[in-house]
């Protein structure tokens, strides 16, 4: 099993930054890759970013792009989602998930996720 644990979540004004952490323990980090989704209450959980093993590669969804850097240090074994110019629109519980494939970008391509961290957007 990989366990993973979101940290960094809070309060944050509009336009604030934020920087998420997950960190994983249990097998070899570098063999998955990782991605970042969020959930509003009533909603689906929804696919934030997402770094390929090595990190050479990653994917953003719309909402995001040019706002959030995805990232991870595989000697630390933690991910990171840098997150910049945030909108109300980004309040949710943020989730870092793990998987197989080298890059993924359906939630159903995830094998392993954390507890998640809640984001609030608001001044």
């Known amino acids: 099993q990989l366990q993973l644990v979101e940290s960094g979540g809070g309060l944050v004004q509009p336009g604030g930054s934020r920087r998420l952490s997950c960190a994983a323990s249990?097998?070899?980090?570098?063999?998955?890759?990782m991605g970042w989704f969020r959930q509003v209450p009533g909603q689906e959980r929804e696919f934030v970013a997402a770094i390929s093993y090595g990190g050479t590669s990653t994917s953003y969804a719309d909402s995001v792009k040019g706002r959030f850097t995805i990232s991870r240090d595989n000697a630390k074994n933690t991910v990171y989602l840098q997150m910049t110019t945030l909108k109300p629109e980004d309040t949710a519980v943020y989730y870092c998930?793990?998987?197989?494939?080298?890059?993924?970008?359906?939630?159903?391509?995830?094998?392993?996720w954390g507890q998640g961290t809640q984001v609030t957007v608001s001044s």
């Open positions: 249990g097998r070899t980090f570098s063999n998955y890759g």
């Open positions: 998930a793990a998987t197989v494939l080298r890059l993924a970008i359906m939630r159903h391509g995830y094998n392993y």
